[in-house]
């Protein structure tokens, strides 16, 4: 019942959208000055260079330039607030992960910003893997000897994260509760220190996203154990996806664009039919792979309402699952 009151909430926000008014009476030949797309994270980062790559192509197809804004810090929040209050006529867009959109609600108790009613879905972008890894001389081969190690000596090995209440950290929760592991689950200040620490010997694994990590797995420093998207991930064959050991099993991070509620419809479905196009391009798809993300499109902003109302009851699920309570 949540889902579909959600997915009737954002059509009905596109269809008000789409009514003449002052904004869609205004767009004119959009657009006809430059974009922004607000983002959570700061320059550098994995969304940051995701959103840049897409931005720079962007640009091209629609003769403006795309301006990257970030406003990173509290888990998304101040990103995803900033996005939410802007002006909607077409030229702010939030360039939004799944915290933003969907796992904070299961976090905080409070939101200066509502997901649910704030946003207007605009296109999806990709799909971002997490990974469990150890370091490259671990005597630990596959996640079922992970599993087997831990029960053999419970307690004595620890499995490293970004925080219990950060994205790396619930899915280590939830792989723990899952396989009934007998590990001690360790929180870091940032998945890099985490990282360190494996690779140091300090920690037995650690689970992290594949973006941060690919380039230590290619150098040698760190081994994969396996990844949580539903399936392998291209260029990574070799390594199991964790639904083949849990059935069912899938968490992991994406990236969509997202449009302040009122946003012109005309303005909604270009830059969804741009973005759309742009991922179906072979180039642009193995670039943003070498980044780490997956490119994915999921159709219409219709499509993408529905893709967000699922992952709002499996997030549901999923707290509940481990026990994750908002603070």
Request: hydrophobic share 45%.
């Amino acid at each position: 019942m949540k889902r579909r009151n959600y997915i009737q909430a954002i059509v009905l926000a596109a269809a008000v959208s789409a009514m003449p008014g002052a904004w869609a009476q205004g767009l004119g030949a959009w657009p006809d000055k430059p974009i922004k797309f607000v983002l959570s994270q700061p320059p550098g980062s994995g969304p940051d260079n995701v959103a840049r790559l897409l931005g720079d192509r962007l640009s091209r197809s629609l003769g403006q330039p795309i301006v990257i804004e970030n406003k990173p810090g509290g888990q998304n929040v101040i990103g995803a607030q900033t996005a939410a209050q802007a002006t909607p006529d077409g030229y702010t867009f939030y360039f939004a992960t799944t915290a933003a959109l969907v796992s904070n609600k299961y976090l905080f108790k409070t939101l200066p910003y509502d997901a649910q009613k704030d946003f207007t879905p605009v296109a999806f972008v990709a799909k971002s893997p997490f990974a469990v890894l150890v370091k490259a001389e671990s005597p630990i081969q596959s996640m079922p000897d992970l599993i087997a190690r831990s029960k053999a000596q419970p307690g004595t090995l620890a499995l490293a994260n970004e925080g219990g209440r950060t994205f790396g950290g619930i899915i280590a929760r939830l792989i723990n509760a899952r396989t009934q592991m007998q590990i001690n689950l360790v929180g870091y200040t940032s998945v890099g220190v985490a990282v360190q620490d494996v690779i140091g010997g300090h920690a037995d694994a650690v689970v992290a996203d594949l973006a941060s990590t690919a380039q230590l797995v290619r150098q040698g420093r760190l081994r994969l154990l396996a990844v949580t998207s539903a399936k392998r991930v291209p260029g990574w064959e070799s390594v199991p996806a964790l639904s083949e050991l849990l059935p069912g099993f899938e968490m992991v991070g994406w990236f969509a664009v997202v449009a302040p509620t009122g946003t012109p419809a005309a303005a909604v479905q270009r830059l969804n039919k741009e973005i759309n196009a742009l991922l179906a391009d072979a180039e642009v798809a193995q670039r943003m792979a070498t980044l780490g993300p997956l490119a994915e499109a999921l159709g219409t902003p219709r499509q993408l309402a529905t893709f967000l109302g699922v992952e709002h009851e499996r997030w549901g699920s999923v707290a509940k699952e481990i026990g994750l309570l908002p603070e």
